[in-house]
């Protein structure tokens, strides 16, 4: 049907409703369109929200509401020793979440929104999925991104840095892999390479020990 006529047949239909029906449909049909879910880029070991800039400027070229759009700077961004580590300018698990959880409240407050979306780079995954699992941030959070996050480790090696975040058989990540490795109720969704994350390989070039295996492979970062 073209679409003059198509229209007219849309009026036509609408006014043959009765009057309560149209004032419902007209009072609808006003409302506006729901703002995006904000959301919240996270950065990794040692890095900062500018390395988010290029991605931002991205979303807002393919229309994404810039006031929606956020990158956080985690304090000390350098990951410790062990989990439990008290280390000068580095940060544990637990400090990390704490500060994004911080964040995603302030952005909720800013924006108005219910929930956030969490994108994170490397151990920024791993502090989201961290806060959405042992954080409170599951009531907070409707989708998680993982990019090229370490999620089954670095390397999963008894013998090196055992208590070690980025250690695949670490009680750390063994716990946060328990069970179920998402949470319900939030969408994840975990982005890897086939062979070129730098931090899922099967061996240690990029840990400066080529010779040896690491234990984990390009699916290490899948979930």
């Not at 994840?188 to 690491?214: E, I, V």
Request: proline share 8%; glycine share 8%; hydrophobic share 45%.
């Amino acid at each position: 049907m073209p679409r003059p006529l198509l229209l007219h047949a849309a009026a036509a239909a609408l006014l043959l409703l009765p009057a309560p029906a149209r004032a419902l449909h007209t009072l609808l049909a006003a409302q506006p369109a729901p703002a995006p879910v904000p959301i919240i880029f996270v950065h990794g070991n040692g890095d900062h929200a500018g390395l988010w800039d290029n991605t931002i400027w991205r979303f807002e070229s393919n229309g994404y509401p810039r006031e929606r759009l956020f990158a956080v700077d985690l304090p000390h961004p350098l990951a410790t020793s062990t989990v439990t580590a008290r280390e000068a300018n580095r940060s544990t698990p637990d400090d990390q979440a704490a500060a994004l959880a911080a964040f995603v409240t302030r952005v909720l407050l800013r924006t108005g929104a219910t929930k956030v979306a969490l994108v994170g780079s490397s151990r920024g995954g791993l502090t989201i999925r961290h806060y959405v699992r042992f954080g409170g941030g599951a009531a907070h959070v409707s989708h998680v991104v993982t990019c090229g996050t370490p999620n089954h480790g670095v390397m999963a090696l008894a013998t090196m840095q055992p208590e070690s975040e980025f250690n695949g058989l670490s009680p750390y990540l063994r716990r946060l892999n328990a069970g179920s490795e998402v949470v319900a109720g939030v969408r994840f969704l975990a982005l890897r390479s086939d062979s070129l994350d730098k931090y899922a390989q099967p061996t240690g070039a990029a840990l400066g020990a080529p010779a040896m295996s690491t234990g984990v492979d390009a699916r290490s970062p899948a979930l």
